[in-house]
């Protein structure tokens, strides 16, 4: 589970620290992953260099991290599912925002506790100066609990946190002028808004995301479906059972509108086409699209966090408070 202070997991934390440890800054040559990965298993980290590396990956791609902590040099896999190179082919540093966490970490901020064999160090929590457990979100799970926190715009969430320094009377609904929902990297179109106060009031509950299809039309009058944006729950292998499941539309002929399926996302983005019959109804098609596809789909949101050394769910306001509890600890 993640930290309140610092929304980050041990693991994180630890891979995040022997990047700067190593001296694996912005400014810096990248490093090899594999030298990263050993240098925090051995120091910080006695589990396996596999769970190590997958964090690492996940810290670096952009659209599982909403603001990357790590900058990747080489395959750290796609948004179709592929999976990273091995760490010995990989590089990578920390990302310029990771400067903004780990400030000041040599001026006593933060408590140290010794590692596993006692032979070095570790913070308990990184010197954060950005909201990083709203900003970046979070997903785990520990013993019977599971955390499932939904990103949030950097800017959208600093003006809260601004105005809320400025006004500790502020309810959730006025923070909500402030930060009016999640924001995916993947993007997606938020269906439910009426939910969303009672979501930040509780910590819990259930976002319905629809992925953005724009209609086209060529000068021959044939239409096109074009998604460029998907729920983000749909990332990973789930974009090929995506179109697996528009071709099963189509071959248990539950639609007989749609004459061709291609995925041409790049490194540009997301772009899904449909290819349509000139006579389509189009809002018919969509209805069965999001009712039978993950073209829709329902992000649970249960904001729980390491809060005083124990687990709790939070609401936005708590976590704001946390935060700059936080924050003025640090500074004094």
């Known amino acids: 589970l993640p930290d309140v202070r610092d929304g ?4 994180q934390r630890r891979i995040l620290y022997s990047m700067i440890e190593l001296n694996n800054g912005p400014d810096k040559p990248h490093r090899k992953c594999a030298r990263i990965v050993g240098d925090t298993m051995g120091k910080y980290h006695p589990h396996g ?6 964090a690492l990956v ?15 040099h080489g395959n750290f896999g796609s948004v179709d599912g ?27 901020t ?64 006025d923070l909500m002028q402030y930060i009016q929902g999640p924001d995916f990297p993947t993007g997606g179109i938020v269906t439910n808004k009426d939910e969303l ?17 724009e209609v086209e039309q060529d000068k021959g009058g044939k239409l096109r479906l074009v998604i460029t944006e998907i729920p983000y729950t749909m990332i990973g292998a789930n974009i090929g059972k995506f179109l697996n499941d528009v071709y099963a539309l189509v071959e248990s ?3 007989t509108d ?11 983005g997301i772009r899904i086409v449909l290819e349509l019959k000139k006579q389509t109804d189009v809002d018919n098609l969509l209805a069965l699209l999001y009712k039978k596809t993950r073209l829709e789909d329902t992000f649970s949101v249960n904001m729980l966090a390491i809060a005083d050394g124990r687990p709790e769910t939070l609401g936005l306001k708590s976590i704001i408070e946390y935060f700059l509890d936080f924050q003025y600890d640090l500074t004094t």
């Open 258 to 268: 749609i004459i061709d399926i291609s995925n041409q996302s790049s490194k540009e």
């Open 8 to 11: 980050l997991k041990p693991v």
């Open 197 to 213: 106060l009672n979501i930040y009031e509780t910590g819990s509950g259930k976002i319905k995301l629809r992925g953005r299809v």
């Open 253 to 255: 002929k539950k639609t």
């Open 49 to 54: 260099d596999s769970s190590i590396y997958g």
């Open 58 to 72: 996940n810290l670096a791609q952009e659209w599982s991290t909403r603001y990357p902590l790590v900058d990747g």
């Open 110 to 173: 933060v408590d140290f506790v010794p590692n596993f064999d006692e032979t070095e160090k570790e913070p308990t929590v990184l010197p954060v100066r950005l909201p990083n457990f709203l900003v970046n979100g979070s997903d785990g799970i520990a013993v019977g609990m599971v955390t499932s926190t939904p990103p949030h715009n950097l800017g959208e969430v600093i003006d809260a946190v601004k105005a809320y320094m400025k006004n500790d009377k502020l309810t959730t609904a």
């Open 82 to 108: 592929d999976g990273a190179a091995a760490m010995r082919y990989t590089e990578a540093r920390l990302s310029k925002i990771s400067m903004e966490m780990t400030a000041d970490i040599n001026k006593d």
